[in-house]
């Protein structure tokens, strides 16, 4: 079995001002997204050497990571306290995995 996508969700302290994520990603030269319809939202995605990951964040203090690769994982874990002025209060779980 090989995993092709994995998605994980977690919760911040609400509300989370997406503007200043994305100014903090911009500044970390991620690829940033901000659809201002319903669900208002943030798309953050890391592109590296070790794989790709996407963060996505809801002004409610929602978010999800997706993404297989689980080294990109780590390294968009270690930029969370970077780019979200935040506290998480839920662990971050595994909601769903593809695998073929």
Do not use: W
Not at 3 to 29: H, T, Y
Request: glycine share 6%.
């Amino acid at each position: 079995m090989q995993v092709v996508n994995r998605v994980r969700s977690c919760m911040f302290s609400p509300p989370l001002v997406l503007d200043e994520c994305k100014r903090r990603a911009l500044s970390l030269g991620l690829d940033t997204v901000l659809y201002k319809g319903r669900p208002t939202m943030l798309r953050i995605r890391y592109r590296g050497t070790d794989g790709a990951c996407t963060l996505i964040l809801f002004t409610s203090g929602k978010a999800r990571y997706m993404g297989k690769d689980e080294d990109a994982f780590q390294r968009m874990l270690q930029l969370e306290s970077t780019l979200v002025p935040s506290t998480r209060i839920s662990s971050n779980r595994e909601a769903t995995r593809t695998v073929l």
